[in-house]
């Protein structure tokens, strides 16, 4: 445990002092900074303002961009320092793998869930202090939403990273699990499927498959069930389901993926070649 | 102390290694030579756990390196042809080695100010950022504070000025009494007088082992 959490603390420290972290952060606090100085907190477009349509905002930005950054920044994390040898030397100290790569993976964890949950803590802050009522029920929810998200990605990422012998590969393989992923909550695709006469059943089982899907209708549930914005599918999975059932849903099934895929992730570290 | 029976590594369908049976003993000092693509490297690499064999074994002290890595490796000391780029500062390097292998921090300052090294005022620098010869002259001070039973070096001396070289070899022969000493290099005039058996290797097998 000592050497796991030493692995992680430096994981942490090192990831801290990379330029793509300070990107990172910046995105995601400009984007609540932009939204404030836009004014979005002071509309009100069909049933949503001040600090909720800010929210709802950021969290549909971070839907579409929240997992690409994920997956580039963390599956070079094992397949790049394979590459560039550091994991032969780090290695060759008595670390267990599992001591190791798990430590990465909690290390790395922290450093892509804390600038995202941090970001919408200000927005709740700046909200505060300028006198808006406080969403919280919003604000637990995609709490939950944005650390099921980063476990299902940082989980994909990490099976990618240890499978892949180079980092461009494993680049190379993250944006296509990000676009193809994406493509599946496109509602124009689906629409398309639907005029292809593909079952009901068969669409909704792909959409409630896809953990960026499950995302995004769990992040717009809390409103209006019968917003047309919300599209077809999600519109028959909250007509299907409960509204409590789903929401519990939506947070545990990423959080099972991520941690499914680290654990084959872990096991491919463990059987193949480290080097 | 380090035992190899039939030990062959395959990658798809070319051989790195063809069944290599070869035993080293405490208080051998082994140079390891051959060509470029002789199989020295992936031998290191199995000895180390890095690599499954395709078929043989390894066993060092009678264990498995890859199933029992954490043991073995609190008895093998490391040092790599090239330094790798760590971001970690050289503090932050330090810490992970003495937490993880019980090195005291005084041995590595001790060992470094002994090959012309001032750690002290680069502490807070990232390793990767040092020259070629400051990290190679770190990664040699590490690998003597482990004091361990059996030391590797994959041509250490590689990135080091002549007289960081007479350090290094100096350093070596003062400690390598009671070990078992591995060298990987191109260069047998530099390493004559610390080995007492030269081993060349070529195409994946060892193709003559002598003392010396």
Known sequence: MKNLLL??????????????????????????????????????????????????????VTIII????????????????????????????????KQYYWGKVFGRFITVFLPVFMAMVFAIGYGAFKGASIPWNIFFLYTGLLFAMSSAFLGI??????????????????????????????????????QNRMSEELILSIAMLNPM???????ISLFDPELTVMGPVAFTILDTMSQG?????????????????????YRVFTKKDLV | MIETTNLTKKFGKTVSLQRVSVTFNKGDAIALMGANGAGKTTLIRLIMGYYHP?????????????????????????????????????????AYICKSSGVDKELIFHYAHEMKLDIKPNLHKSFFTLSGGMKQKFLIAVSLAKESEIMIYDEPTANLDPKARDDFYRLIQSKEQEKLSLFVTHRIEEVKGIVNRQIYMDLGEITSDEAC
């Open chain 1, 7 to 60: 692995i992680a603390y430096l994981d942490l420290k090192e990831s801290i002092r990379a330029n793509w972290f300070l990107i990172y952060s910046v995105v995601f606090g400009g984007l609540i900074a932009l939204f404030f100085i836009a004014g979005i907190t002071e509309s009100q477009v069909m049933g949503f303002s001040g600090l909720s349509r800010l929210l709802l905002m950021y969290i549909q």
């Open chain 1, 66 to 97: 929240l997992p690409i950054f994920i997956l580039v920044t963390t599956v070079r994390s094992i397949s790049g320092d394979r590459d560039s040898h550091i994991l032969e030397y780090m290695l060759s100290f008595p670390i267990s793998l």
């Open chain 1, 157 to 194: 990422a990490f099976f990618i990273s240890s499978s892949v012998k180079s980092s461009e590969m494993a680049l190379g393989l993250s944006f296509f699990v990000w676009i193809f992923l994406l493509a599946f909550i496109d509602i124009a695709l689906i629409s398309l499927m639907l």
């Open chain 1, 213 to 219: 899907e499950i995302f995004r209708v769990a992040a």
């Open chain 1, 245 to 265: 059932v789903f929401v519990l849903l939506s947070i545990l099934y990423p959080v099972i993926v991520g941690v499914l895929f680290a654990f084959l992730g």
């Open chain 2, 54 to 94: 395709t078929e043989g074994q390894v066993r060092i002290k009678g264990a498995d390196p890859i199933t029992e890595r954490v043991e073995i490796l609190h008895s093998v000391s490391f040092v790599p042809q090239l330094p790798p780029p760590i971001k970690l500062s050289l503090s932050e390097l330090i």
